[in-house]
């Protein structure tokens, strides 16, 4: 089965600084790379995803990239706020198949 | 449309006991995937049930067990309860086509074992 590893599994940045969050994944044939933002007491929500026909893909602070030959994958935010402190899930899936998700990152970002 | 909901939201329970946990997807979902969330471990996959049929499995032991009804609302049941089981539990729902599909998540049933 597939296998996810989130780093790190915690995050500390300044308020405006840059957060890169960074997965790999160990199968080849799995094509859907979706993130999650999990803020404190509320459930997971889907804040961006990227396909394999993709390489990276901006949606205005955050974008993600995805190198399929290394098979890991990324999220980029920049200008961070103090309302991206959250836990961040990603996980990786192929057609059919339950997505399985790393063990999350804990985004700190002190104003 | 409403979004997934999850009944109730807390339990409290003893050791060695059962409980049942109730989960009604997005207005024409078909797959609802269970989930269990501890600190550290992540989202860890139960099983996920489509048309009333498990379609997949996580690797949890047997006394976690769950169904789906025609209306695809799901059920989550856990015997013989232990301390470890103390968790936030999560359902999802997705339309269950596949191509890469949101998960969209509930609220959460948190379960404390005494």
């Known amino acids: 089965g597939e296998n996810v590893e989130q780093h790190p599994s915690t995050l500390s940045v300044q308020e405006g600084d840059s957060a890169v969050i960074k997965c790999t994944y160990s199968?080849?044939?799995?094509?859907?790379f979706p993130w999650y933002k999990q803020e404190l007491g509320k459930r997971p929500q889907l804040i961006i995803d990227?396909?394999?026909?993709?390489g990276e893909k901006k949606d205005q602070r955050i974008a993600v990239t995805l190198n399929k030959t290394a098979k890991h994958f990324s999220l980029h935010i920049t200008e961070t706020q103090p309302e991206d402190s959250a836990v961040y899930f990603c996980?990786?899936?192929?057609?059919?198949?339950?997505?399985?998700f790393g063990r999350g990152t804990s985004l700190i970002v002190h104003p | 449309k409403a979004g997934v909901t999850q009944t109730p939201r807390y339990l409290i329970k003893t050791r060695g006991q059962q409980v049942t946990l109730s989960c009604s997807p997005i207005?024409?979902?078909?797959?609802v995937s269970w989930y269990q969330q501890t600190p550290g471990q992540g989202l860890q996959f139960l099983f996920e049930?489509?048309?009333?049929?498990?379609?997949n499995k996580g690797n949890f032991p047997g006394r976690f067990s769950g169904r789906q009804f025609s209306n695809s609302r799901s059920e989550m049941n856990v015997s013989t309860l232990e301390l470890g089981d103390s968790a936030l539990y999560l359902c999802?729902?997705?339309?269950?086509?596949?191509?890469?599909?949101?998960?969209?998540f509930g609220p959460g049933t948190r379960l404390l074992v005494l």
């Open positions: 996980a990786a899936s192929r057609v059919s198949y339950i997505p399985t």
């Open positions: 207005s024409g979902h078909r797959s």
């Open positions: 990227i396909r394999s026909n993709v």
């Open positions: 199968d080849s044939a799995s094509n859907y």
């Open positions: 049930y489509f048309s009333e049929t498990q379609r």
């Open positions: 999802a729902s997705s339309p269950g086509t596949g191509a890469g599909e949101t998960q969209y």
